[in-house]
Structures are given as structure tokens and as C-alpha cells.
């Protein structure tokens, strides 16, 4: 009995996300996926992020599963945080995913 020859493995992520894709599941829930919802330039709300790794009124940078979301503006705020998700307030002129 031959044994098969695997070709170019899938990357296991991308196996996960064609069966979450297949299966119309949530991908913020099921791949860990944070979701970023903005109001104007005014407000920015995150969900599913790991940490703050800076905090001032010009830059904020939050660390995510899949790398860093930084926000540069004026007179930004952390409005409310949670373990879950967070409100930034104040005049966002820039978001970068890092």
C-alpha cells in the first residue's frame, strides 16, 4: 500500500478560516478577530483587543491576536474599557494596523 505524498500543507489558520467561512460562523468570535466600528472620526470601538501598550492624547496603540491597531489624533481618550471591548474618544485622523 503507497503512502500519499502530502503536497504544500494548509496553513492551519487557513483551515479554520474556510470551515468558519463554510459554516457562516462569526469571525470575530471563532478566529479571535478584533472588530473596530468608527462614528465619524469622533468615537472608534474596539472589541476583542489584548491589551494597551500606549496610552497618550495623541497615540493610542492596542495590541490584538494578529498584531497592533495604533490611533493618532488630538485630545484622544479612553472613554471606557473592559477586558472585552473599549471606547476612544476625540478627533482621530489616523488608524494604522501594524
Not at 483587543?49 to 497618550?56: A, C, D, P, S, V
Not at 497592533?68 to 484622544?76: A, H, I, K, S
Given at each position: 500500500?503507497?503512502?500519499?505524498?502530502?503536497?504544500?500543507?494548509?496553513?492551519?489558520?487557513?483551515?479554520?478560516?474556510?470551515?468558519?467561512?463554510s459554516l457562516k460562523l462569526p469571525k470575530?468570535?471563532?478566529?479571535?478577530?478584533?472588530?473596530?466600528?468608527?462614528?465619524?472620526?469622533?468615537?472608534a470601538f474596539i472589541e476583542n483587543y489584548?491589551?494597551?501598550?500606549?496610552?497618550?492624547?495623541?497615540?493610542?496603540?492596542?495590541?490584538?491576536?494578529?498584531?497592533?491597531?495604533?490611533?493618532?489624533?488630538?485630545?484622544?481618550?479612553?472613554?471606557?474599557?473592559?477586558?472585552?471591548?473599549?471606547?476612544?474618544?476625540?478627533?482621530?485622523?489616523?488608524?494604522?494596523?501594524?
Amino acid at each position: 500500500m503507497k503512502k500519499k505524498q502530502k503536497t504544500a500543507a494548509e496553513p492551519k489558520e487557513s483551515r479554520k478560516e474556510l470551515l468558519v467561512e463554510s459554516l457562516k460562523l462569526p469571525k470575530d468570535m471563532m478566529m479571535g478577530a478584533f472588530m473596530l466600528s468608527m462614528t465619524g472620526n469622533r468615537e472608534a470601538f474596539i472589541e476583542n483587543y489584548r491589551g494597551i501598550l500606549e496610552y497618550t492624547d495623541a497615540c493610542i496603540l492596542l495590541q490584538t491576536k494578529n498584531g497592533q491597531v495604533r490611533f493618532e489624533g488630538t485630545g484622544l481618550v479612553i472613554e471606557y474599557y473592559t477586558n472585552e471591548d473599549m471606547k476612544i474618544g476625540g478627533y482621530i485622523e489616523r488608524v494604522i494596523f501594524v
